[in-house]
């Protein structure tokens, strides 16, 4: 009820601050059906130092620092929050114990007083690689110091987890399950610099790379990754195929063409055929030459099957070889995995289907040698009808005149007979091979057709998470790299030649050139390419290779490309400090969600009115699910955003009236309610303790007695 009547205060736009009690008279009967009056009907929780300024406080900033409901409003998780950071064993650092709040903590100071030596150190003791990557944009195999004090052996550093987990600097571990984003000083403005300076494929790659810091969204590239380059390995594979095919199916030609072509050999064959008769003419009687001709033809029937037995027998030797060898290329696969197995889980799994494998490789011997037998007995059962054949040939032979000629002119028949079952064997295997070929063709076409659907499939999946910003718009879009394309493609060609010349795919284009791809009409002219490659249209430079430029053809030059736009600015047109804070957004919203956010002076290359309008109210609103750690001179980012916990540092002889009591670097934390003027007294106690911490921010940062003028101010006070 009491946030309904917050709710209603708000619409009539009259005062909203609003602190609702229980009134309790009395215990509850029912804890769970708590009664008006009663001790735990009402929770009004305050997030404020339990002193007078602490819930003064409420006035200036009531929705941050009131909450009414039942449940405690931080529903952080314990290891999503640093609970606190100390400096240990090392004589130049006070080693207290600096405790963080779940919510937005800054950290301030004058010029190197050690702000951004404690947010390193925090990053360093996190995930070292991480943060030095972060500021030198490479992966250290080592841990590197930038500040050298952990050259010392009395140096630790502990980032303590609400959970109780704790990190140390000095351990050497090297992957941390923990995340956290990182954003150094000047990295942001780097970035942008680069990314406006180069080209919008910088733009894209930046976006892809905040995108993939989530888990699940980085899996799923990684798969895509993975099943892009498996489309890439068949596709390759299909092209060898194919023109291996096309390399049998021209011997194939060639050795019909030695044969001779059917139309001669038919001739050849009636003209023999026609000189035989002849010789048999009035040899023999009619009867005995019905019979000859009948046994003959039953001759050129064995024959033609004999022939058929040995092509059926050739294409089954060749069949067992290939198996044979597939047993081989397997078995050799399944040991190589055993012997690199890491750990002894699929060990059975491999030892299960070498065993099988060994059982097919005997069954494949056994069919072997059964098919060895089959051909023998047919071959056998051959022979004895050509022998019985002969038996009664051979008396009627006898009969006929001129008998070694009629043999040696059926012989020659026989062997012209011959030659016509090989070339119809040749064409029967050219046809199945052309069949074959034009299904690899197909295939390596699919499989660019694939690798587009892979490149579709990821933008919809990381669109998703993109969209999950409401004042950036990500857009999401598949691009080609024609230029790129074109240089590789056209090397395999006589650039004199014209044949290529009016494809769009391979029109020149600007370097900096994104024009959107349409599929279809980019698949025709691949497709439309790749048929003057094969039927030959084509002039080649000398020692370039057919097979490869197919496969140049086919190379995926797609890439997924990204888009930011904010109001109808793309961010390569933006201003600097515009784009700085949309990039600062984008590192923080596509980042892994809920873990700590450290960052050092967000405020660079902003104007102040943009610091307060955009920069505080995004702090104020990501604060509420995520734990923030920032090094600011702003005092709009520690006063106008609340700052729950602000930790000063100071470093001895930096700042004229400015000393530590006992060590080089001194840090001291509290809330802004926290407040004390210096006086005689705790002046003794150095300059940070000498002061509440309202008065080290009107102090330190320019403009912050304006800063606190100016909350108030927007309240009416």
Aim: aromatic letters at 10%.
């Amino acid at each position: 009820m009491a946030n309904n009547g917050i709710s209603l205060l708000k619409k009539q736009g009259v005062n909203s601050r609003l602190l609702h009690c229980s009134d309790a008279h009395q215990f509850a009967d029912d804890k769970n059906n708590t009664k008006p009056k009663e001790l735990g009907h009402c929770f009004t929780w305050i997030k404020a130092e339990p002193t007078f300024e602490g819930l003064r406080q409420i006035i200036f900033e009531t929705d941050l620092r009131r909450k009414i409901q039942t449940g405690n409003p931080n529903n952080k998780r314990l290891d999503k929050v640093i609970k606190s950071i100390q400096f240990v064993g090392h004589p130049d650092f006070i080693s207290n114990k600096i405790y963080l709040n779940p919510d937005l903590n800054t950290i301030i100071g004058g010029k190197s007083s050690g702000k951004s030596l404690l947010l390193h150190y925090i990053a360093n003791t996190i995930d070292y690689k991480y943060a030095y990557k972060q500021t030198h944009q490479v992966v250290p195999q080592d841990k590197i110091d930038v500040y050298k004090f952990s050259e010392s052996s009395q140096f630790d550093f502990i980032v303590e987890w609400e959970d109780g987990v704790e990190y140390k600097y000095s351990d050497n571990e090297t992957i941390r399950s923990r995340q956290f984003v990182y954003i150094p000083q000047s990295y942001i403005i780097n970035l942008t610099s680069n990314i406006q300076t180069n080209s919008r494929k910088e733009l894209s790659k930046f976006i892809r790379d905040i995108l993939l810091q989530d888990t699940e969204s980085r899996q799923h590239y990684d798969k895509f990754i993975q099943n892009v380059k498996a489309l890439d390995n068949t596709r390759d594979t299909s092209i060898d195929e194919y023109f291996n095919i096309q390399d049998q199916i021209n011997r194939l030609k060639q050795n019909q063409k030695d044969i001779g072509d059917i139309t001669g050999i038919n001739n050849q064959i009636a003209s023999l055929e026609e000189k035989i008769q002849i010789l048999k003419g009035n040899s023999i009687e009619e009867k005995e030459f019905e019979r000859y001709n009948i046994l003959n033809n039953r001759n050129n029937i064995i024959l033609k099957i004999q022939n058929n037995i040995e092509s059926d027998y050739r294409n089954f030797e060749e069949t067992m070889q290939a198996l044979e060898n597939s047993i081989k290329t397997i078995s050799s696969k399944i040991d190589l995995s055993t012997q690199t197995l890491k750990t002894k889980y699929f060990r059975p799994l491999y030892a299960d289907t070498s065993n099988k494998l060994n059982t097919f490789k005997l069954e494949v011997s056994y069919i072997k040698d059964e098919g060895e037998k089959t051909n023998s007995d047919y071959k056998d059962r051959v022979e004895a009808l050509k022998k019985r054949l002969e038996d009664e040939l051979f008396p009627i032979r006898a009969k006929l005149q001129n008998q070694k000629l009629i043999k040696s002119v059926e012989e020659e028949i026989k062997n012209e007979r011959q030659k016509l079952l090989q070339i119809s064997n040749i064409e029967d295997k050219i046809k199945d091979l052309q069949t074959n070929k034009n299904t690899q063709k197909q295939n390596f076409l699919q499989g660019y057709r694939d690798a587009y659907y892979e490149y579709e499939n990821i933008i919809k999946k990381l669109n998703e998470r993109a969209n999950s910003i409401n004042d950036i718009k990500l857009m999401g879009s598949i691009k080609f790299y024609y230029n790129r394309f074109k240089k590789n493609f056209l090397e395999f060609f006589n650039q004199k030649s014209n044949e290529l010349r009016d494809f769009n795919l391979l029109s020149d284009r600007e370097s900096n050139s994104l024009p959107n791809v349409d599929f279809d009409e980019h698949l025709d002219e691949i497709t439309s390419i790749l048929d003057l490659i094969l039927e030959g249209k084509v002039t080649y430079r000398k020692y370039k290779e057919v097979k490869e430029s197919v496969k140049s053809l086919f190379q995926d030059e797609f890439f997924d490309y990204w888009e930011l736009i904010i109001g109808n600015d793309e961010m390569a047109n933006m201003s600097p400090g515009k784009a700085n804070l949309a990039v600062l957004k984008l590192l923080i919203e596509l980042s892994e969600s809920n873990s700590p956010i450290l960052i050092d002076q967000p405020e660079d290359n902003l104007d102040n009115r943009s610091i307060y309008t955009d920069l505080v109210q995004f702090i104020r609103k990501r604060k509420e699910n995520r734990q923030l750690i920032i090094v600011t001179h702003n005092p709009n980012i520690v006063v106008g955003a609340d700052s729950e916990n602000v930790i000063i540092a100071n470093q001895k002889d930096q700042d004229e009236n400015r000393e530590n009591i006992s060590f080089r670097f001194e840090y001291v934390n509290g809330s802004l309610e926290n407040t004390f003027l210096k006086n005689d007294e705790n002046k003794k106690l150095g300059i940070l303790f000498s002061m509440g911490v309202k008065e080290h921010v009107t102090e330190i940062l320019e403009g912050g007695r304006e800063a606190f003028k100016k909350r108030e101010k927007k309240y009416g006070f």
